[in-house]
């Protein structure tokens, strides 16, 4: 699972027992950190045909057990696959699953980032700022700009403290995780190309602006002197204002048209028409160097003005704003960061889910939204600050044709998605620990439980386990449907099954779902493995010869029909996602002390899916849950 603040600080003493106890810089313990092993092929076999069973038929799991045999066999392909994984392994530079898992989960994707790759989250109000009520569209206000500046304020902080190694490394129960990703947080962009996308970096971050986006328009924004040295709040807080009037002058005496259509749109599209797009616009001296000035921006700012009132009050609304703003508008959604503040004063973020997961990202989110409450000691104002500069865009009409065919696009992709927040405070974390499980296992079961209630049938579920551990570890799947998850779930519900015999089901299920999630943890999950071996796959003869990959139930088994994330804790970030599938969910939940909180995504589209009613259920199983487990304590006493 994937938490933003499962980690603490490391300290020496804690990394080396004995030493003085001083802060450790940043990439002190990436020496430490051991590789990503490969696991074994026979072991692998018998993991992922132990996930297939809940999903299949005996007749399906004969053809597949068959398949696997043939695969794994002295005359199979998949010894040799594993050879070459191992030279794989042998040649690379930190990680064998680096370059593959960003290729093939993320750069060689043609479908739009926007909504299918890219996360968003809702980031809760800061009482020192209060909403502005009945806010007016189309104005900016001074609270949105405030807010904008103290919240870019604290995240060029983390920009310096990893640029200086001094952000403290992470760890977890001692455990040292893997701190590079933290190197492609800033000045970071996806950019199109064909056939597989390419992500443009440095490290250090040195790039002295941030991107502007202000009524779809993009601005430079000069934040660190010529020397160097950051802007004081207050510089920040008058380069927004400023930007934001040059903008409205130049809308106003014709120097910018608002009808012209946005290159950011552009980024909202399915890649290979960006790719088109952005080849012809490169093709323009000017163009050029105004995508330079995009690609290197440390992150985005994104004022939005032109929202309705009930777009800050109505949280499915708000959830809309910024997960897909209007087919898009207002967006770069290829740059790794964008803060996006309504005029209201209420904040959230966008964020391109390719160099980096979203652990990384939320630590620095969590972090900027504890700072931004209370005083402020403001530092000296930098020297030969630059003014903002409004970045200038020659579209041609092909390109303006494109722009109008992503905006279609982008916005009947935008109205088949539907998100839906949920509460549940009847408990929260401390009351499952009470009954000795796991927080995050007894959620999971409670999904498998609930899919099954729902539609009578167990669900392929995705749930993402980090590899931080390991250098330049990204994730790993937990498969979350087990045959002892399908097996409580068909009891919950069956009258001649006794309350003991439940709760002996149930905790089987989450005894071996926290097996499997110690064991994804540990490098020795099914999914990334045989990846991996699909990568090595050099002509369709072999793919024809690759009887696992050939079986139907290896596409069946990553069908993920509800694809699932845990970011505890969700008191002030709540994400969400889209679904992987087009008739499948997106889950993403958190389980604070006192109460669950969790989101569910839909394609309108699709014939099976139905959010509102599968939330109910989720909401009667956890309850449900909870009846049982008050029953057993009340029992054993």
């Keep these: 699972m994937l938490r933003i603040l499962c980690t603490r600080p490391a300290t020496a003493a804690a990394a080396a027992p004995g030493r003085a106890n001083r802060a450790l810089s940043t990439f002190a313990n990436q020496d430490r950190l051991p590789r990503l092993p490969v696991p074994e092929l026979n072991a692998t076999a018998a993991r992922y045909l132990k996930s297939l069973r809940p999903l299949l038929s005996g007749a399906e799991y004969a053809r597949a057990e068959k398949a696997v045999s043939d695969f794994v066999g002295s005359d199979g392909l998949g010894p040799v696959l594993q050879q070459r994984l191992l030279e794989v392994e042998r ?19 043609r479908d739009p980032n926007y909504i299918n790759v890219n996360w968003f989250a809702t980031i809760a109000d800061n009482p020192d700022m209060p909403l502005v009520a009945d806010a007016p569209r189309g104005q900016p206000t001074s609270v949105q700009i405030s807010r904008a500046a103290r919240l870019a304020t604290h995240l060029l902080e983390a920009n310096d403290a990893v640029n200086s190694q001094t952000m403290p490394p992470e760890s977890h129960r001692d455990t040292p995780f893997c701190m590079n990703q933290y190197k492609w947080q800033f000045g970071t962009t996806r950019l199109p190309r064909p056939g597989c996308d390419q992500i443009v970096n440095q490290y250090p971050s040195t790039a002295k602006h941030i991107l502007l986006m202000y009524r779809t328009q993009t601005v430079e924004v000069p934040v660190y002197g010529a020397s160097g040295e950051r802007a004081s709040l207050a510089q920040i807080s008058s380069q927004l204002a400023q930007a934001t009037k040059r903008i409205d002058s130049m809308l106003a005496s014709g120097q910018l048209r608002s009808s012209q259509p946005s290159v950011a749109n552009l980024t909202a599209g399915h890649r290979d028409d960006w790719t088109r797009a952005r080849m012809v616009l490169e093709k323009d001296a000017a163009n050029r160097a105004s995508l330079e000035k ?34 898009g508008s207002n967006r770069w959604f290829d740059k790794a960061i964008q803060l996006i503040v309504m005029n209201s004063g209420r904040f959230g973020v966008n964020c ?18 504890v700072k931004e409450r209370g005083p402020f000691k403001d530092i000296k104002p930098a020297t030969s600050l630059a003014e903002p500069a409004p970045i200038q865009w020659n579209v041609p009409a092909e390109v303006a044709q494109i722009v109008d065919k992503v905006r279609a696009d982008a916005g009947a992709l935008a109205r088949n998605l539907r998100i839906l927040q949920n509460d549940m405070t009847q408990y929260g974390a401390q009351w499952i620990k009470t009954i000795g499980a796991s927080p995050d296992a007894y959620f999971q079961i409670a999904l498998q439980a609930a899919y099954y209630r729902h539609y009578g049938k167990p669900a392929p579920t995705y749930e993402s386990s980090s590899l931080r551990r390991f250098l330049h570890g990204r994730t790993e799947t937990i498969r979350s449907c087990t045959t002892e998850s399908l097996e409580f779930s068909k009891a919950l519900d069956d009258r001649d099954v006794s309350l003991k015999k439940k709760l002996t089901y149930f905790q089987r299920a989450i005894a071996t779902h926290v097996e499997n999630s110690a064991a994804a943890a540990s490098g020795k999950g099914v999914d990334r493995h045989l990846l991996g071996l699909r990568a090595q796959l050099q002509s369709p003869e072999e793919a024809e010869r690759a009887t696992l990959f050939q079986d139907p139930a290896y596409v069946q088994s990553m069908s993920f029909a509800m694809s699932t994330s845990n970011v505890t804790p969700g008191d002030r970030f709540r994400g969400g996602f889209a679904p992987v599938i087009a008739d499948g969910y997106g889950i993403n939940y958190a389980m604070d002390k006192n109460d669950l909180k969790f989101s569910v995504s839909e394609w309108l589209s699709s014939p099976v899916t139905d959010a509102p009613a599968f939330c109910d259920t989720i909401f009667r199983t956890l309850a449900d849950l909870y009846e049982a487990g008050e029953h057993a304590k009340i029992s054993q006493k």
């Design 91 to 109: 040649d690379a530079p930190h990680n064998w699953m680096e370059d593959i898992w960003l290729k093939k989960a993320y750069l060689e994707w």
């Design 294 to 327: 995009v690609d290197s921006a440390l992150f985005v700012v994104c004022l939005d003005v032109d929202v309705d009132p009930q777009d800050t009050t109505d949280v499915q609304r708000t959830i809309g704003v910024l997960s897909h703003s209007d087919a």
């Design 352 to 369: 391109e889910h390719s160099p980096v997961d979203a652990p990384t990202t939320g630590r620095m989110l969590m972090e900027m939204s």
